[in-house]
């Protein structure tokens, strides 16, 4: 590349030489504009204006240093600088009542060419393809633009604001840094890096970052209110014919706003909504915005169905029913696309039930046609009635199937694809989605069938039996129905069903459909953990082949880094570990061996390993005996050393808090994998460095460091460090107070594993006090954080108070077992598990002192009430024909037999004066005197 011109001279050095002022030809300057052509300044400012647009012109790239990335805005600064020069002069003169002549359009002709600096910035920062470093050039420069006053280099140095129109930004300028903000291009740069990687449009020297959608939405806001937004005069008359919703009650037309597009808002709803932390409360922001501002379109079923995909996303169920509540209650009439947003969030939400209701509900008998949802037939038809006017399309049907799919309702799933094939509505997401249904049912011979008849040829039409009008073939490498080839391959490889596997594969080439790197990494790690480890490396080669013989970029070659990731986990997953000396293949040291080889195969074909090779490799390594921490510890940085990508801006620095693709000690994925060796090499200290190198550590990262201080005797650090990052009062004030999450980070929501590894331990102490604070852990974790225990916690705690001994026959260690085993009948268990669990606790309480596994049998779920009857009579009692009346006495003692079981009788009851009434409890035995 061609270096910029003077790009590592200092800030005011910067083209501080001054022009040739062309002595040699002299010009006339008698009049005014001639003057300000051939003013000192404005030829600074000309070729300052010259050396940007050169700037720009050039070939320049994301690896350029600091100062070329920088020097567009230091040429704005020394123009601004040259212009405040010369409004210091005309303002000299003026207060000295001199005559100056031309000043005033001098000036004016200045701000117009600094204004002409500004948009070239912004024209080049906010186009196609976007990029993070250029966007935040843009925003720089819109902010020095707005803000020109109170932006100051030094305490002697200062800059004049530009004149009006000069202080404001165009319309346009906005509106092309509000789609770059909400591009997918940004959004994923943000979510790769730091979520506040956006310089904020504040007044102040100071650089505040917020995240790309928060800076979208302050920009929807200025659009709103017209604050810093310069309108072009010519659209005026457009503006005052668009402008039908503005409300004017003082007549006033000077300040009249611009008609704002529906499109401005939904992207902004759709940058918040596409985040993957749950920002909904800021995209409802967004939309009560749009729904009080009269000079707005009205909301549309677009944003609905934005809000609806978010929320089923999420799993929301509660809001996708409020969205829709709220959607009626507007007289937002729904189109398709709302409908199908509903569906699939319904689906996600996993309510297939309620999906298949509204799907029934769509289809009026006798309506073929799609009908028109006018104003007029909306004013007519009851909101909830809206959606029996709208015909289902195919990807509604496929949204329905979707959902069949992943319970596998195979039955109903072929159904519906019956009756799509009726309708032509058959394309080749149905054939993928129906394969997808059959394999999750097990049903590889229906999947194998649907792929017979439904397989799309290379021509574009269809096999047998399919509707050859509706074939929609995408123009892309892939043929389309590889997904569904792929499915039911790896369906075959998870079922043990390696050669049918590869009879797949060998039937995609028969019927010319070509496998992906999806195809080959199912194979790649179905033949690893078979120990298959040739035949793993064979499909390698071809999967390498057919990538760098269709591309030889850099990003393609990367496709291929999950195809070797499915390698390295495949041969040092545990099962496949375990099972090596019996089949008499090579242990786990030497399958890590192969593991570290592979990763420098990859490394020679210029394929970048990512953080999950690196976890992966951690995990073997760690898994050794003794476990190899310090290679682990060596990898990681040698990797970090040479897959680092070279400093690709100047805000890199501002890019890397996060880290969470980038191969280092301090991200949090490789930290956590390294907490978890040291724990197995009980190295408490090094896991507590590597837990203190994460600068927002998750919930993940805080289990292991707890697992790790458990391993390592070290329960009370354990709970130490529990203290320190779980508080639910702080994790309460902070959701009230989204910024200040954001801001700490220190505060994390345990789940039922953070819990399960503190009870664990603290039970196998096996004594009064840590029993005491295991059930207070229990009892928060279920009262305060909401989260029910699951079958490894009741596992976990049955299993350590029921092991045997005095410990866990205590009363009050009794109650919470059959606390726990009450907690235990909600969840999901096997056929017969939870019977055999609760039949194993009251065999073991049977033989213990205690009365309270007799007074709570009922209460705790050990016996069903149904079956109260049965348990009063005894089996001696039943043998012989006895009933407790005609006995006479009780074989067991301890007073009334009915009296003893019904615990929860009131005191009133067989009580007098607090003591029990004994005659009237066995009147028999007093009358004998016994």
């Not at 398709?336 to 996600?348: E, G």
């Not at 508080?727 to 959701?735: A, M, Y």
């Not at 299993?799 to 410990?807: E, H, K, P, Q």
């Not at 348990?871 to 006479?888: M, Q, T, Y």
Request: glycine residues 4%.
């Amino acid at each position: 590349m061609v270096r910029t011109l003077a790009s590592k001279q200092s800030f005011f050095q910067l083209y501080a030489t001054k022009p040739p002022n062309h002595q040699s030809s002299p010009q006339v300057t008698s009049s005014s504009d001639e003057s300000t052509t051939t003013h000192p300044v404005m030829e600074e400012l000309n070729a300052q204006l010259n050396s940007l647009t050169q700037f720009f012109n050039q070939d320049y790239s994301d690896n350029e240093n600091e100062d070329d990335l920088q020097l567009p805005i230091r040429i704005m600064y020394n123009m601004l600088a040259s212009y405040s020069k010369l409004n210091q002069e005309y303002t000299d003169s003026k207060s000295k009542n001199k005559n100056t002549p031309g000043k005033s359009s001098l000036v004016g002709t200045a701000s117009a060419t600094i204004e002409k600096a500004f948009r070239l910035i912004t024209n080049e920062a906010f186009s196609t393809p976007y990029q993070i470093h250029r966007v935040n050039m843009g925003m720089e420069a819109i902010q020095l633009q707005l803000h020109t006053k109170k932006i100051s280099v030094s305490e002697s140095i200062h800059f004049d604001p530009l004149p009006p129109p000069y202080t404001s930004i165009s319309r346009g300028t906005w509106l092309r840094a509000l789609r770059a903000l909400t591009s997918r291009e940004i959004g994923n740069i943000s979510v790769a890096f730091n979520s506040r990687s956006i310089r904020c449009l504040v007044p102040s020297e100071r650089t505040v970052w917020i995240t790309p959608s928060d800076a979208a939405f302050r920009i929807l806001q200025r659009l709103v209110t017209g604050v810093g937004v310069r309108t072009n005069n010519k659209s005026k008359n457009n503006t005052n014919r668009n402008n039908s919703r503005s409300r004017n009650t003082s007549g006033n037309t000077k300040q009249q706003l611009q008609y704002l597009d529906e499109r401005d808002f939904n992207m902004v709803l759709h940058s918040y909504a596409s985040l993957t932390q749950n920002q909904m409360h800021a995209a409802h922001r967004v939309m009560a915005l749009q729904e009080r501002t009269p000079h707005a379109p009205p909301l549309s079923p677009v944003a609905y169905s934005i809000l609806l995909k978010a929320y089923g996303r999420w799993r929301d169920t509660k809001n996708v029913e409020m969205s829709v509540i709220h959607a009626q209650r507007n007289g937002v009439a729904p189109d398709i696309v709302m409908m199908n947003s509903l569906l699939d969030a319904y689906i996600n939400c996993g309510l297939l039930d309620r999906a298949r209701d509204l799907f029934r509900s769509m289809r009026p008998k006798g309506v073929k046609t799609r009908v028109d949802l006018s104003e007029s037939v909306t004013q007519t038809v009851k909101a909830e009635d809206l959606w029996s006017l709208l015909q289902p399309n195919t990807r509604t049907y496929n949204t329905l199937l979707k959902g069949m799919a992943e319970v596998g309702d195979i039955d109903g799933a072929l159904d519906l694809a019956k009756e799509m094939k009726q309708t032509g509505l058959w394309d080749e997401i149905t054939t993928n989605t129906l394969v997808k249904a059959a394999v999750t049912a097990l049903e590889f011979e229906i999947a194998e069938d649907i792929l017979t008849n439904h397989t799309v040829t290379v021509n574009g039409e269809r096999g047998v039996g399919a509707n050859s009008q509706n074939s929609r073939v995408r123009k892309s490498r892939d043929h389309p129905n590889v997904e569904a080839y792929t499915e039911l391959l790896d369906g075959y490889a998870k079922s043990s069903q390696l050669e049918k596997a590869v009879g797949v594969m060998q039937l995609m080439q028969k019927r010319g459909v070509e496998p992906n790197e999806y195809t080959y990494t199912c194979m790649v790690g179905a033949f690893a953990r078979n120990n298959k480890t040739r035949q793993a490396r064979k499909m390698i080669g071809y999967a390498t082949e057919m990538i760098l013989s269709s591309s030889s970029s850099q990003r393609r070659r990367n496709t291929l880094t999950p195809t070797f990731n499915a390698f390295i986990s495949g041969i040092l997953t545990e099962n496949s570990s375990s099972d090596t000396e019996s089949k008499g293949q090579s242990s786990h040291a030497a399958n890590v061996l192969e593991a570290l080889e592979i990763v420098q195969e990859m490394q020679d074909l210029n394929i970048s390993p990512n953080v999950v090779t690196v976890t992966l490799l951690i995990d073997g390594l760690g898994r050794c005996n003794p476990p190899r921490c310090q290679e682990a510890k060596d990898l990681v940085q040698h990797l970090e050393f040479t897959t680092r990508p070279p400093r690709a801006s100047y805000y890199a620095d501002i890019l890397t808090d996060s880290n969470e693709h980038r191969i280092s000690l301090s991200n949090i994925k490789i930290a956590t994998a390294m907490i978890r060796a040291y724990g197995r090499a009980n190295d408490i200290e090094s896991a507590i460095q590597s837990f203190e190198r994460i600068p927002n550590p998750d919930v993940v990262a805080l289990n292991a460091i707890l697992d790790a201080c458990c391993r390592s005797s070290q329960l009370k650090l354990a709970l130490e460090k529990f203290g320190e990052y779980i508080s639910f009062e702080q994790w309460r004030n902070q959701i009230n107070d989204m910024a200040a999450v954001a801001k700490s980070g220190t505060t994390i929501k345990p789940d039922v594993v953070t819990y399960t590894t503190l009870i664990s331990a603290l039970l196998q102490l096996r004594s009064k006090a840590a029993t005491k604070r295991a059930v207070r852990l229990y009892d928060e974790m279920k009262k305060k954080w909401w989260i029910y225990p699951d079958t490894v916690l009741v596992d976990t705690i049955l299993t350590t108070m029921l092991s045997g001994g005095s410990f866990g026959f205590e009363p009050d260690d009794i109650q919470f077992t059959l606390t726990v085993l009450q907690d235990a009948s909600g969840l999901e268990w096997e056929d017969g598990q939870y019977e055999k669990r609760k039949k194993a606790v009251r065999s073991i309480l049977v033989g213990c002192s205690s009365e309270v596994w007799k007074n709570d049998e009922f209460a705790y779920g050990l016996q069903s009430t149904d079956k109260k009857k049965e348990a009063d009579e005894d089996p001696l009692f039943v043998k012989k024909g006895w009933n407790r009346i005609d006995s006479g006495f009780r074989l067991w003692g301890g007073g009334n037999t009915e009296e003893s079981l019904d615990w929860t009788r009131s005191p009133i009851d067989g009580v007098e004066d607090g003591k029990s009434d004994l005659s009237a409890a066995d009147s028999f035995l007093a009358s004998k005197g016994w």
